[in-house]
C-alpha cells in the first residue's frame, strides 16, 4: 500500500567558502542555536587524505584512491573525529593533511565516492553543512545557502594569528612540515602537528589552496546561483552567526 501523505523535505542550510572563511565556527554556532545536526564536509576530505597518506597511496592511483574512499573507516564522536580506530581530530587540521585534501578532492571518482556519506547526514530535525560544493552538488535543494568571502589576505591573518596562539600553546611538542611528512612516512598519523610560519608563506598557502579548490573541473569553490554572499571580512564571528540565523528565520517564515 502506498501512503498518500510524503514527509516533509529534511530542513538543509549550506555554508560554502573558501579556507579559512570562519565557515566552520559559523556553522558550529548555527547549528548549536537551531538544535540541527553539523556536517563538516571538509573533514571527511581531511581524513580521507589522511588515510591516503598513511597507506602511502600515490596521488595517481585513482582506482586505489577510490577504494579508500570508499572503505573510509570515519567516525564522529562529538567535537572528535576517528579514523581507522584512532583519535585523528587534530592531525586532520594540519596543513600538508588539508593540501593533500585539496588535492585528492580534485579526482571525481573520490568526490562520488564520498557523496551518499554526506548526503546521509540530512537527518531531521535538519542539517547545517558547511564546505565548498554544498549549495551546488551536494544539497542543491537547501532551503537556504550561505556563502562566505573574505580577501586572503585577512583569511592569512586569521590563520597565522591561530598558529602562532596554538605554537605558544605547545611550543615542546611542534613539529615542522618536514619533520609531520617523516612521520607520516612511517606510519605515524597522531603527531601531526603545523609549525609556525611566516605570514607569508601562510598567505602563500591560503592562495595556492583558493587556486585549486576554485580551479578544478568538478565541483570547484563558487557560490551557488541562489546563494547569498557574505563578506565577513570586517566582521566578527558572531555578526556573521546573527546574520545567517536571521536570514534562515525570514526563510524559515
Ligand atoms: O574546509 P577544509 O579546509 O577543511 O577542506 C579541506 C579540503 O577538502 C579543501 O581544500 C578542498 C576539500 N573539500 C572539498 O573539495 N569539498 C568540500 N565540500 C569540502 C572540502
Request: hydrophobic content about 40%; charged content about 25%.
Amino acid at each position: 500500500m502506498t501512503s498518500l501523505t510524503e514527509d516533509p523535505p529534511i530542513p538543509v542550510l549550506t555554508i560554502d567558502g573558501p579556507t579559512a572563511s570562519g565557515k566552520g565556527t559559523v556553522a558550529r554556532a548555527v547549528a548549536s542555536a537551531l538544535g540541527f545536526h553539523l556536517l563538516d564536509s571538509g573533514a571527511i576530505y581531511r581524513a580521507f587524505a589522511l588515510a591516503a597518506l598513511n597507506r602511502r597511496t600515490n596521488t595517481n592511483e585513482i582506482r586505489q584512491l577510490e577504494e579508500i574512499a570508499k572503505a573510509l573507516s570515519l567516525e564522529f564522536r562529538g567535537e572528535s573525529v576517528w579514523l581507522d580506530g584512532m583519535d585523528a581530530t587534530d592531525s586532520i587540521r594540519a596543513e600538508t593533511v588539508g593540501m593533500m585534501a585539496s588535492k585528492l578532492s580534485a579526482i571525481p571518482e573520490v568526490r562520488a565516492a564520498l557523496l551518499t556519506r554526506q548526503r546521509d547526514f540530512a537527518q531531521a530535525p535538519g542539517l547545517v553543512a558547511d564546505g565548498r560544493d554544498m549549495g551546488t552538488i551536494v544539497f542543491p535543494d537547501a532551503a537556504l545557502k550561505i556563502f562566505l568571502t573574505t580577501p586572503s589576505e585577512v583569511r592569512a591573518e586569521r590563520r597565522h594569528g591561530q598558529l602562532q596562539k596554538h605554537s605558544a600553546q605547545t611550543k615542546p611538542k611542534t613539529l615542522p612540515n618536514s619533520a609531520a611528512k617523516r612521520l607520516i612516512d612511517k606510519g605515524n598519523s597522531a603527531i601531526i602537528t603545523d609549525s609556525l610560519e611566516s605570514f607569508a608563506s601562510v598567505l602563500e598557502k591560503i592562495q595556492q589552496r583558493d587556486a585549486q579548490d576554485k580551479n578544478r573541473a568538478i565541483a570547484p569553490l563558487k557560490p551557488a546561483q541562489d546563494a547569498i554572499v557574505i563578506d565577513n571580512a570586517a566582521h566578527g564571528p558572531k555578526q556573521t552567526i546573527d546574520a545567517v540565523l536571521a536570514l534562515w528565520k525570514l526563510r524559515s517564515n
